[in-house]
């Protein structure tokens, strides 16, 4: 199964690059993994494109890993599977620091037919959006447990070979 997992995020800006933050942290995870994971894409979204459209579309299943207000304390997170994620999109819709939002990309992969019908968010809540290179302490500590959280996700998802 081609998955694609998509961090999202501005690394500029402390807790907002949680995404990002994610992703590197689940690739040295990744490459540990024995027996390895078959069809993963790991993708470093930034702050959202149009051109993120083509990767969407061709995955056969999905995991957007980004910052997001699920009304928690900072470090919170959250996962969302299926229809739980379109309707957290759909209800988030407000202006971020993105050029596109994640909501914009799913009614274009919608439109073309190809919102891939397994997918998955882990949504992080936020301490501080604000100029610095690294997550703040508090979302630091989410980074492992997230990643744990999508290696649990890829297992009941039947990757492993």
């Known amino acids: 199964m081609r998955t694609l997992i998509l961090g999202i995020g501005n690394t500029l800006l402390t807790d907002e690059g949680v995404g990002v933050h994610v992703l590197q942290a689940l690739a040295v995870m990744l490459a540990a993994e ?9 993708l470093d979204g930034g702050t959202l494109s149009f051109t993120l459209a083509g990767p969407i579309e061709d995955a056969e299943a999905l995991i957007v890993v980004d910052a997001a207000n699920i009304q928690g304390e900072p470090g ?15 209800g988030n819709r407000k202006s971020t620091v993105h050029e596109v939002g994640l909501s914009d990309l799913r009614a274009i992969a919608i439109l073309a037919g190809h919102w891939p019908e397994r997918r998955a968010m882990l949504a992080i809540q936020p301490q501080a959006v604000d100029w610095g290179e690294q997550p703040t302490a508090a979302v630091a500590t989410a980074i492992a447990p997230v990643c744990a959280a999508i290696l649990q996700l890829l297992r009941s998802w039947n990757h492993a070979t």
């Not at 024995?34 to 790991?42: K, N, R, S, V």
């Open 76 to 90: 919170d997170w959250k996962l969302l599977e299926g229809d739980a994620v379109d309707t957290f999109l759909l």
């Open 34 to 42: 024995q027996p390895p994971f078959e069809g993963l894409t790991l």
